[in-house]
């Protein structure tokens, strides 16, 4: 078995990456954009006026590309949202990863996080952008809701979620959310 791409997210990398044309392709053409062209929106996105001021796209928000599955699979076609799940071109073809999602676009932003680290360490930590992107996480790779949490706590920028005991042996998973608390984060 190939081993993960894991890149950590070193942000400033990402500075003045954002692009606003993505929002389309994330729309009609998802399978078009390759790991590291999401990592370059989805943390660029961070350096923006509209992340300080704690607004998030909806293209960056996998609840948003499930609802409007959930509001009607037919319509989407028209309005140009792509439904297609062919494979998204990345670094590992060999990936395991089973996702939960209704939509390619849930499984790109699933795997842009994915690329960053296992969550198991605060080393390894998953980098999101936002508190509820771990949420959102969650959901989609521990799809029966079967993590139970226990406590959360926050150290150096590192949110630690600790879960009763489950059918995943997940103990505790860590998020990096320290961009968030770099541009101000109010709780």
């Known amino acids: 078995m190939k081993k993960r791409f ?43 006026d509209d992340y300080a001021k704690m607004e998030i796209p909806d293209e960056l928000s996998m609840d948003y590309w499930a609802e409007l599955f959930n509001e009607g699979v037919f319509g989407l076609e028209e309005k140009g949202i792509c439904m297609d799940f062919e494979e998204a071109p990345d670094d590992d073809d060999d990936d395991d990863t089973f996702y939960t999602v209704l939509m390619p676009q849930e499984e790109l932003l699933l795997k842009a996080i994915d690329s960053t680290g296992d969550g198991k360490t605060p080393e390894t930590a998953l980098c999101v952008i936002d508190v509820a992107q771990e949420y959102e996480y969650m959901q989609r790779v521990f799809p029966y809701s079967d993590l139970k949490m226990e406590r959360q706590g926050v150290r150096n920028g590192i949110d630690c979620i600790s879960f009763k005991p489950n059918l995943y042996g997940i103990e505790k998973l860590y998020f990096d959310i320290s961009r968030r608390f770099a541009v101000g984060y109010n709780f």
């Open 6 to 48: 894991l890149k950590k997210v070193d942000y400033s990398e990402y500075e003045g990456k954002y692009n606003e044309s993505i929002k389309a392709l994330m729309a009609k053409n998802p399978n078009q954009i390759d790991i590291e062209t999401m990592r370059a929106n989805l943390y660029g996105y961070t350096f923006t």
